[in-house]
T-cell receptor, first 114, second 110 residues
Framework: EAGVAQSPRYKIIEKRQSVAFWCNPI?????LYWYQQILGQGPKLLIQ????????DSQLPKDRFSAERLKGVDSTLKIQPAKLEDSAVYLC????????????FGSGTRLTVV | KNEVEQSPQNLTAQEGEFITINCSYS?????LHWLQQHPGGGIVSLFM???GKKKHGRLIATINIQEKHSSLHITASHPRDSAVYIC????????????FGEGTQLTVNP
């Protein structure tokens, strides 16, 4: 079974630039999550989708971060404009059900803002 | 106080030793996850528990719902087990959103 695919694997940008990350969840997984993991800390949920609807985006900095999951499959996370403190690993995960069955993480995108 | 606390934060062991990592949480949960993260790598889900005990190879995970406590055991540890092990809980009231512990850095020396 293919896992959760993310791209790019690494990204370096200057502050105030824009960046976008892509995630393709496991086929059939209705729930998709974007997490931010700052070095030395546990992941923090940014946004959770159930199919193509947003379930939880309470911790998403909406002034600069946006995410969408058109057609309920792939998802993109965008940062515009980036700040130095956005340097982190951005993890995408998916699960079969809203209750978390089959929770699977992608390899992450490591973002460095200079 | 964090909702999910792990101990120890760092653990160094010799190859072959039996290892235990503990996780305590303070909220009602629907499930608890044990995750493994290698340096520079993504996160791999090891176990998802809601009660009792699960075993996969040399890994064993247990949970006591009444005491709000879980343990991850590694038998016959090996240097390739070196990684960060993370406990995460899905709160009863938040669906499948996970709250993570800070992780335990395990180093197994040959």
């Amino acid at each position: 079974e293919a896992g959760v695919a993310q791209s790019p694997r690494y990204k370096i940008i200057e502050k105030r630039q824009s960046v976008a990350f892509w995630c393709n969840p496991i086929s059939g997984h209705a729930t998709l999550y974007w997490y931010q993991q700052i070095l030395g800390q546990g992941p923090k949920l940014l946004i959770q989708f159930q199919n193509n609807g947003v379930v939880d985006d309470s911790q998403l900095p909406k002034d600069r971060f946006s995410a969408e999951r058109l057609k309920g499959v792939d998802s993109t996370l965008k940062i515009q404009p980036a700040k130095l403190e956005d340097s982190a690993v951005y993890l995408c995960a998916s699960s079969l059900t809203y209750r978390g069955l089959g929770y699977t993480f992608g390899s992450g995108t490591r973002l460095t803002v200079v | 106080k964090n909702e999910v606390e792990q101990s120890p934060q760092n653990l160094t062991a010799q190859e072959g030793e039996f290892i235990t990592i503990n996780c305590s949480y303070s909220v009602g949960i629907s499930a608890l996850h044990w995750l493994q993260q290698h340096p520079g790598g993504g996160i791999v889900s090891l176990f998802m528990l809601s009660s009792g005990k699960k075993k996969h190879g040399r890994l064993i995970a247990t949970i006591n719902i009444q005491e709000k406590h879980s343990s991850l055991h590694i038998t016959a540890s090996h240097p390739r087990d070196s990684a960060v092990y993370i406990c995460a809980v899905a709160e009863e009231t938040s669906g499948s959103r996970l709250t993570f512990g800070e992780g335990t850095q395990l180093t197994v020396n040959p």
